[in-house]
């Protein structure tokens, strides 16, 4: 997959909008002049190593979701599935751990 500076952009520019920003404010935010953000989000420039860096901490997503729009890899994938499997699993615990204790204070002599 190619990279596309106008893709970028526009996801730049929706993680901004999502957080109810101007530019004018999220350039003041990374130490850019607006003008540098407005070039930016149209995906006229690509930005350095650094202020993609920057932006992906400051709106806590990956690089890869940042630059190429990817939001998990595979592996991410079966490890978001086995941990979600993980706390189906300790739910089934605690709810069975829950009727053997309420049986047990049942079976206490008065």
């Known amino acids: 997959m190619a990279y596309n500076q106008f893709e970028t952009g526009k996801r730049i520019q929706k993680l901004r909008k999502t957080k109810k920003?101007?530019?004018?404010?999220f350039a003041e935010a990374l130490n850019i002049s607006d003008r540098h953000m407005r070039s930016l989000e149209k995906g006229e420039y690509t930005p350095s190593l650094d202020l993609f860096v920057e932006i992906a901490v400051y709106f806590d997503v990956t690089l890869d979701f940042l630059i190429r729009g990817?939001?998990?890899s595979p592996g991410e994938k079966r490890l978001?599935?086995?941990?979600?499997?993980?706390q189906q699993v300790i739910l089934q615990v605690i709810k069975a751990l829950s009727i053997v204790i309420d049986e047990l204070e049942n079976q206490k002599p008065d």
């Open 80 to 86: 978001n599935q086995y941990l979600v499997h993980i």
């Open 70 to 72: 990817i939001t998990a």
């Open 21 to 25: 920003m101007t530019q004018e404010q």
